[in-house]
């Protein structure tokens, strides 16, 4: 019976011996005695990858689980020996005996903190990443990306794991593998891309121009105008092992200042402003009244929180600024640039990632001569000046020319106004133009900080011995606008000099039609420049003339005064003869 009871002792021991071997190989990895690779998918052409070694198998010195059984793996050789990960960590990475470990975002964070002495491998000349190694494991790949807006997290990616070979996963929005049965060799890159969109939009106002929103960003305005902006982006959910990630946009106005304390921050949804988001997520700076200049700065706490959505969150910052009268020109082409800074890589604690979007306005100018006549014959000499260009020059043109019977010159003292119908009856004005102006002494009528649009000229009294203009003559400003596309831009962050491209729009030119006559303004670089449009001879009643600026039609000639003086003595005439002649007839 003791031999008995000995026996079942022995077998009872072997049973639990081949029991803990059939455990622990469960726990194995695949073929060890072959070297691994490593591969990424989903990558951009010049990413650069540093991997670090996470762990590794050794049976000999594992922990075992939760059941008593080695789990055969051990943190790697590039995790820091003074390391904050835990035995429940490796636990939690390895999982139970049917493989199912896992790795979330603050674990991954975690681990991604706690490694050194990576490897970096050379610029991608394509899209997919490979790398052989000799030990089996799982390895985290840190990416450092080549592409503006780009933001990776932590990639983990197997060698000769369960599993290997099965294909990438792609089931986890930071790059790391949770709830997976195995951890594979063919990791697919999971990364963010972060948008930036600035737009603007002209308030409707009951000024009777229309104000023209000719394209995305791009519109023309008059000096005084409100205009609502958006900044469209999306904040990323950084993983744990940024240290101090930085999200900021910086928004800077040309020609414009904030109309009050109003730049809020929403939640987008499909693109479109829905609630504001907690302020205690950012913060806001310079963005009292009358400001130029604010800035918005998302806080480490919400973008790396719980509050955040594990995708990051789209957001949406808007604000109303109003057209000043800063340097009015011929034309104001005032740019509007946004500026968004971000952290790259978990070491990047100002911002290295930089993005721009720009909007631009346009206000424009007319500076037109008047040009009287008599009748003493001769010739006269005509200063044209239509403006100042965007870098403070006028365009001036002189010329001189003789008609027969008349000189036509400069015409002072002529009043206008400026009207938005043409039944002249209702006053147009601006910021920097109250409606009325008069002609100086060159005959230059002077009208600033105007829209785009149709407008009625009426003149309302005129010089001595003039007459003045019976009809209101039509002005119609239009603008020629085109989207630019992959506009490269070298700027300085964080004191290197770095490119971004956006899309834009600019002003080709722009025409100025008086009474039927038009000059075309075309702009290079900023510079103005006016073409000439022909020349209509003077009728008796109406003339029209143009020479690389815009001339008004002229005031009557103090001759015709003369005319109609002796045109009333003649009737008056007339009329006595006829009284004496009846009178004659009566008797």
């Known amino acids: 019976m003791k031999n008995f009871k000995k026996i079942m002792a022995m077998i009872i021991a072997m049973v639990m011996i081949v029991g803990t071997m059939s455990v622990s190989a469960l726990a194995a990895p695949g073929d060890l005695s072959v070297n691994g690779e490593l591969k990424i998918t989903g990558l951009d052409k010049g990413d650069t990858v540093t991997y670090y070694q996470i762990l590794k198998w050794d049976p000999d010195n594992s922990i075992e689980d939760v059941d008593g059984n080695p789990i055969g793996w051990v943190w790697g050789d590039d995790i820091k020996s003074e390391s904050t990960l835990t035995d429940n960590d490796l636990l939690k990475i390895v999982g139970t005996t049917d493989g199912s470990g896992e790795i979330d975002s603050k674990l991954a964070g975690k681990i991604a903190a706690n490694v050194e002495d990576g490897i970096a491998t050379a610029k991608l000349e394509g899209t997919e990443w490979t790398q052989s190694v000799e030990d089996a494991g799982l390895y985290m790949a840190i990416v450092d990306p080549a592409t503006a807006g780009t933001i990776y997290n932590p990639i983990f990616v197997a060698a000769n794991w369960y599993g290997a070979g099965e294909g990438p ?23 963010t891309t972060i948008p930036l969109d600035k737009t603007a939009k002209g308030k409707d106002k009951a000024d009777g121009v229309t104000n023209n929103t000719l394209a995305d960003g791009a519109y023309t305005t008059d000096v005084g105008e409100e205009i609502d902006f958006e900044v469209a982006t999306h904040v990323p959910k950084y993983a744990d092992n940024y240290k101090d990630p930085v999200f900021s946009l910086t928004d800077t106005l040309q020609g414009l200042a904030l109309t009050g304390d109003n730049v809020k921050v929403y939640i987008a949804v499909e693109g479109k402003a829905t609630k504001e988001l907690n302020s205690s997520y950012y913060t806001i700076t310079g963005s009292a009244a009358n400001a130029t200049t604010y800035t918005v700065s998302f806080n480490k706490e919400y973008m790396q929180g719980d509050d955040i959505p594990v995708n990051g969150q789209d957001v949406i910052i808007k604000y109303t600024a109003k057209v000043t009268d800063a340097a009015v020109k011929v034309v104001n082409q005032d740019k509007n640039t946004v500026d968004l800074k971000f952290s790259t890589n978990p070491d990047d604690t100002t911002g290295a990632g930089l993005l721009r979007d720009q909007t631009n306005h346009f206000t424009f100018s007319i500076d037109a001569n008047l040009l009287g006549h008599d009748e003493i014959g001769g010739s006269s000499t005509e200063a044209i000046k239509v403006g100042i260009d ?30 938005k119908d043409s039944a002249c009856s209702q006053l147009y004005t601006n910021d920097v133009f109250n409606g009325s102006v008069t002609s100086d002494t060159t005959g230059r009528l002077t009208i600033k900080g105007l829209d785009a649009g149709k407008y009625y000229l009426k003149e309302e009294k005129a010089p001595e011995g003039y007459i003045k203009m019976q009809e209101a003559v039509e002005v119609v400003i239009t603008a020629d606008i085109e989207e630019e596309k992959d506009v490269v831009e070298e700027v300085n962050n964080n004191g290197e000099t770095v490119e971004v491209t956006y899309i834009t729009n600019k002003l080709n030119g722009y025409t100025v039609t008086i009474g039927g006559e038009t000059t075309t303004y075309t702009i290079e670089n900023s510079k103005v420049t006016a073409e000439s449009a022909n020349r209509i001879a003077p009728s008796s009643d109406k003339e ?3 020479t690389k600026g815009v001339e008004l039609p002229s005031t009557g000639g103090i001759g015709t005064t003369i005319f109609y003086i002796i045109g009333a003595i003649l009737v008056i005439g007339a009329g006595i003869v006829l009284v004496t002649r009846r009178r004659m007839s009566a008797n």
């Open 169 to 191: 996963d792609t089931s986890n929005e930071f790059g790391v593998i949770p709830n997976s049965k195995s951890y594979s060799d063919n990791s697919m890159a999971k990364k």
């Open 390 to 419: 965007a870098e403070g020059n006028y365009i001036v043109e002189e010329s001189s020319y003789a008609w027969s019977n008349s000189t036509h010159g400069p015409l002072a003292g002529a009043q206008f106004k400026l009207y």
């Open 544 to 546: 029209l003339a143009n």
